[in-house]
Antibody, heavy 120, light 113 residues
Framework: AVQLVESGGGLVQPKESLKISCAAS????????MYWVRQAPGKGLEWVAR??????????YYADSVKGRFTISRDDSKSMVYLQMDNLKTEDTAMYYC???????????WGQGASVTVSS | DIVMTQSPFSLAVSEGEMVTINCKSS????????????LAWYQQKPGQSPKLLIY???TRQSGVPDRFIGSGSGTDFTLTISDVQAEDLADYYC?????????FGAGTKLELK
């Protein structure tokens, strides 16, 4: 079965950095575009970042709200995707979901989420 | 960036009723290359991760009951749930994946009347 498991969430202070990870299994990871989507407490879904596959040069894309501060990356040999978050702001507090496009051309698999709290 | 305007914000229904949720994009989501609309619908129940219901505007994800129907093209899209069941009470979101950055609608909360 397809599985995405996030890790690395926690409490950090504003302007600090945090890196969250996602371990994938149950599908051909190297063929899948990978994404991060977040949800602030009591709010809606916000698309954060996307990384394409090797044939697409691992191209990356970001929401305007995180561009220049967040970096998405992947390690196909380990079936892992990461989100490096720098210069964190209180408004980055959210549940961060790892998602994958495993064959429908859209995010069709979701993890359970990693909670990130930015507070002094 | 493409803006997704979703309505209504909330909807109170009784079991057995039919509901419609609308989503309008600020530009066309129809690809001239493959004639597919890059619009998806997700369901999120309390405390759970989102679940894909519909992709390419009208294709039902495997395992999704046929009472969930997606329609529309270009800039106007609709999710119809016929014969609403108690298990359908959730938040629903549209998503455009036509161009990055992808964008979600604000969501619709489906509640019991």
């Amino acid at each position: 079965a397809v599985q995405l498991v996030e890790s690395g969430g926690g409490l950090v202070q504003p302007k600090e950095s945090l890196k969250i990870s996602c371990a994938a299994s149950g599908f051909t990871f190297s063929n899948a575009a990978m994404y991060w989507v977040r949800q602030a407490p009591g709010k809606g879904l916000e698309w954060v970042a996307r990384i394409r596959t090797k044939p697409n040069n691992y191209a990356t894309y970001y929401a305007d709200s995180v561009k220049g501060r967040f970096t998405i990356s992947r390690d196909d040999s380990k079936s892992m995707v990461y989100l490096q978050m720098d210069n964190l702001k209180t408004e980055d507090t959210a549940m961060y979901y790892c998602t994958a496009s495993t064959g429908r051309g859209v995010m069709d698999a979701w993890g359970q989420g990693a909670s990130v709290t930015v507070s002094s | 960036d493409i803006v997704m305007t979703q309505s209504p914000f909330s909807l109170a229904v009784s079991e057995g009723e039919m509901v419609t949720i609308n989503c309008k994009s600020s530009q066309s989501l129809l690809s001239s290359g493959n004639q597919k609309n890059y619009l998806a619908w997700y369901q999120q129940k309390p405390g759970q991760s989102p679940k894909l219901l519909i992709y390419y505007a009208s294709t039902r994800q495997s395992g999704v009951p046929d009472r969930f129907i997606g329609s529309g093209s270009g800039t106007d899209f609709t999710l119809t749930i016929s014969d609403v069941q108690a298990e359908d009470l959730a938040d629903y979101y549209c998503l455009q994946h036509y161009s990055s950055p992808y964008t979600f609608g604000a969501g619709t909360k489906l509640e019991l009347k």
